[in-house]
């Protein structure tokens, strides 16, 4: 095997992310815009499976159950008060 110039040295971190990189592009019918599928991009597409809603969804719905805590809690904090305990 012949060195290239600009390679990184030969027992680095660098060197075994790319000899990753160069292995995974030499596989079958492996092209330059496929994935193993373990990725986050996998969670935005058609394809994946579940519950199908949209980051402005789960927005509004974390901030109705953080209200709806808080009003939980003051309404426990009243009933406290006017029981006089």
């Known amino acids: 095997m ?3 110039t600009g390679d990184p040295p030969r027992g ?3 060197a ?3 000899r990753r990189r160069r ?3 030499a596989g079958a019918g492996a092209g330059a ?3 193993s599928g ?3 991009l996998r969670f935005y597409t058609d394809d994946a499976p579940g519950l199908k809603i949209t980051p402005t969804v789960v927005l509004v719905m974390s901030l109705g159950f953080i209200g709806f805590v808080t009003a939980l809690h003051v309404i426990g904090k009243l ?3 006017r029981a006089g305990v």
Do not use: E, I, K, P
């Open 23 to 25: 292995m995974s592009g």
């Open 12 to 14: 680095s971190a660098a």
């Open 33 to 35: 815009g496929s994935s």
């Open 2 to 4: 012949v060195a290239r």
């Open 79 to 81: 009933y406290h008060y």
């Open 38 to 40: 373990g990725n986050m």
């Open 16 to 18: 075994a992310g790319l």
